[in-house]
């Protein structure tokens, strides 16, 4: 495994792409990971952005799935992320969840989203205290922030926070109940303070995921 210096948050980890229908591919590698939760419309929420049947779902402020043209809520439309894109486990040892993804071009044939968008990928963690743990993930949104290393962010609630408000506007609460820039919220006792829905994905961090930091 090869180091890649992405500042100390950021650490390796194998993924194997289990379908990527989309385009057609299977891949595996390294790739770096790190988390969000935006409450922005997701990427792979655009019709235009890959040849599938359906674009991920987007939700309005009821958190009801909406028009797929609506506009994302980080810029004044009325689309956001759904609650129900949040992780979940289903035993000590194995969850599903959803996340932002970047794959370098060279492992792609040189394409960007149609290549992962709606892609299911299969995320074996090697170090502790996650080694032995297995996420599989369908690629909802892109995280392009990071674009000179394979990259996976992990959507979960609490798990970061930027600054749009999209998240104060979706549910009527003071943003700062997300957390703060780059960390999120600092505590499961926090995971109380998030709208009632988005709860037990915040929770999964702290149980499922042991809170690691960006483990390989």
């Known amino acids: 495994m090869t180091a890649l210096c992405l500042r100390d948050i950021f650490a390796l980890l194998i993924l194997f792409a289990l379908h990527a229908r989309s385009a057609s591919l299977n891949i595996s590698g390294e790739a770096v990971t790190t988390r ?8 792979c929420g655009w019709k235009e952005k890959a040849p599938f049947d359906r674009p991920v779902l987007s939700c309005s402020i009821d958190d009801k799935p909406t028009d797929i043209e609506a506009g994302t809520g980080c810029n004044g439309g009325s689309a956001y992320l ?6 979940w486990a289903i035993n000590d040892t194995f969850s599903y969840g959803f996340a932002g993804v ?9 394409k960007i989203e149609d290549a992962w968008c709606c892609a299911c ?5 090697t170090s502790d205290p996650l080694r032995g743990k297995t996420m599989i993930v369908q690629a909802s949104n892109t995280a392009y922030d990071i674009n000179t290393a ?3 962010s992990l959507a979960v609630p609490g798990g970061n ?10 549910y009527g609460v003071d943003q700062t109940v997300f957390g703060t820039d780059n960390t999120g919220v600092s505590s ?17 961090r702290f149980d499922w995921y042991e809170d690691a930091g960006f483990p390989t």
């Open 188 to 204: 499961k006792d926090d995971c109380k303070k998030l709208p009632e829905a988005l709860q037990k994905g915040c929770q999964w």
């Open 82 to 87: 759904c609650s129900n894109q949040q992780p």
């Open 36 to 43: 969000f939760w935006d409450c922005c419309k997701p990427s």
């Open 102 to 110: 970047f794959i370098m071009p060279g492992l792609t044939g040189g």
């Open 161 to 170: 926070t930027t600054s749009h408000d999209a998240c104060a506007r979706q």
């Open 121 to 125: 990928y299969r995320m074996d963690f």
């Open 150 to 152: 394979n990259r996976f």
